[in-house]
């Protein structure tokens, strides 16, 4: 199985700030990772895929990058609405997995 | 718009099966470039996948749920299903369903991909 470890796993913002989460994978997993937001009482959303990839309609602010073990998922000009947890999935093997997520305060 | 929702009792007694239904508007669950996919969440665990099935009943099930899990498909109601057997405690949480996409390099697939979207989820509390 390939588990997923994110850091920090949680971290405190003001309004304007870059933030960077980082999530490493236990193997290569090439750029197959994946990056969700939640909120307090909803769902995950998808914000990037193929480790890079921005969904439609998420907010340029995010980014993400890396490739192999080690990713990152940035954001840019922290906003109020950013306040969440984030969690990265890997779906390089046919066992998926989550990291154990990064609460961004 | 491609939306899901989750149904099914939030109270299972300890030993009996869970059983949650996924219903899905908006596209065909007869899709050949998606799989759909069960995953839940508790405090203790974080996010669990569950589970996945193609739309033909082809399933792939997380090994730490030691066979307890079941997912199967029907096409004519636009739903799938997840049956978990022999519950505990430790298997209360929030139950999700999603689409989960599939990715594919020049052409030919070559992994299983993102979940998006979800349902709102459905919270199962296993208690006597």
Redesign the interface.
């Known amino acids: 199985d390939i588990q997923m470890t994110q850091s920090p796993s949680s971290l405190s913002a003001s309004v304007g700030d870059r933030v960077t989460i980082t999530c490493q994978a236990s193997q290569d997993i090439r750029k197959?990772l994946?990056w969700?937001q939640q909120k307090p009482g909803?769902?995950?959303?998808?914000l990037i895929?193929?480790a890079s990839k921005l969904?439609t309609g998420v907010p340029s602010r995010f980014s993400g990058g890396g490739s192999g073990t080690e990713f990152t998922l940035t954001i840019s000009n922290v906003q109020p609405e950013d306040i969440a947890t984030y969690?990265c999935?890997q779906?390089?093997s046919?066992?998926?997995?989550?990291g154990?997520?990064t609460k961004v305060e | 718009q491609l939306q899901l929702q989750e149904s099914g009792p939030g109270v299972v007694k300890p030993s009996e099966t869970l059983s949650l239904t996924c219903s899905v508007s908006g596209v065909s669950i007869a899709s050949s470039i998606c799989y759909w996919a069960w995953v839940r969440q508790s405090p203790e665990k974080g996010l669990e996948w569950i589970g996945n099935i193609y739309y033909t009943g082809s399933t792939h099930y997380n090994p730490s749920l030691k066979g307890r899990v079941t997912i199967s498909v029907d096409t004519s109601k636009h739903q799938f299903s997840l049956k978990l057997s022999s519950v505990t405690a430790a298997d209360t949480g929030i139950y999700y369903c999603a689409r989960l996409s599939l990715n594919y390099d020049a052409g030919s697939f070559s992994s299983l991909g993102w979940f998006d979207p979800w349902g709102q989820g459905a919270l199962v509390t296993v208690s006597s």
């Open positions: 197959y994946n969700y909803k769902a995950p959303k998808l895929y193929d969904e969690y999935q779906c390089h046919m066992l998926l997995s989550f154990g997520g």
